[in-house]
T-cell receptor
Framework: GAGVSQTPSNKVTEKGKYVELRCDPISGHTALYWYRQSLGQGPEFLIYFQGTGAADDSGLPNDRFFAVRPEGSVSTLKIQRTERGDSAVYLC???????????FGSGTRLTVV | EDQVTQSPEALRLQEGESSSLNCSYTVSGLRGLFWYRQDPGKGPEFLFTLYSAGEEKEKERLKATLTKKESFLHITAPKPEDSATYLCAVQAPSGNTPLVFGKGTRLSVIA
């Protein structure tokens, strides 16, 4: 596609539920990044994929968070047993390996009630 | 630990009133410094990458400069459509190290 697509754009879930957030990167981009942005803050790194493998998952806050990219294209961020503190905008970005300037999607706004 | 500090947190300008945004950084080697623009409800939009001290880049009313410790985003004769949050990020040199972002500067340009 022309840009990075994230679905859903908004997600409201109850505390304790499981959610999946999807990212469809720009075709041909091998690098994919997940960030989380809270109100009034800059994006905070979660995990980075190079192809199908997670090259760096040091930003995942705890073991309730997990992400996959099984075919090296679409990625899914999975959050188990959601907590109110997980409420934020989850941003996905992609880039050509070694290129500059990630292209970000518009994000998924997650609200845990 | 890589750190990015942006100032001011918020800036309100009259249309045509030029100003500068600051981004101070601490990084263990710098591969690149990035500026992004973010509109409400949208993801960040790439503006510039700067690689070495002394480098400058321009786009319309925006000019970004870089020293060894900080970067400035100069806005000349801003218009209301320049209102947005401007984010600065740094990248360490090893591989595709993820960008580390600052908190941003919220710019409002009043007609």
């Amino acid at each position: 596609g022309a840009g990075v697509s994230q679905t859903p754009s908004n997600k409201v879930t109850e505390k304790g539920k499981y959610v999946e957030l999807r990212c469809d990167p720009i075709s041909g981009h091998t690098a994919l990044y997940w960030y989380r942005q809270s109100l009034g803050q800059g994006p905070e790194f979660l995990i980075y994929f190079q192809g199908t493998g997670a090259a760096d998952d040091s930003g995942l806050p705890n073991d309730r968070f997990f992400a996959v990219r099984p075919e090296g294209s679409v990625s899914t961020l999975k959050i188990q047993r959601t907590e109110r503190g997980d409420s934020a905008v989850y941003l996905c970005a992609s880039s050509l390996q070694g290129s500059d300037g990630y292209t970000f999607g518009s994000g998924t706004r997650l609200t845990v009630v | 630990e890589d750190q990015v500090t942006q100032s001011p947190e918020a800036l309100r300008l009259q249309e045509g009133e030029s100003s500068s945004l600051n981004c101070s950084y601490t990084v263990s080697g710098l591969r690149g410094l990035f500026w992004y623009r973010q509109d409400p409800g949208k993801g960040p939009e790439f503006l510039f990458t700067l690689y070495s001290a002394g480098e400058e880049k321009e786009k319309e009313r925006l000019k970004a400069t870089l020293t060894k410790k900080e970067s400035f985003l100069h806005i000349t004769a801003p218009k209301p459509e320049d209102s947005a949050t401007y984010l600065c990020a740094v990248q360490a040199p090893s591989g595709n190290t993820p960008l580390v972002f600052g908190k941003g500067t919220r710019l409002s340009v009043i007609a």
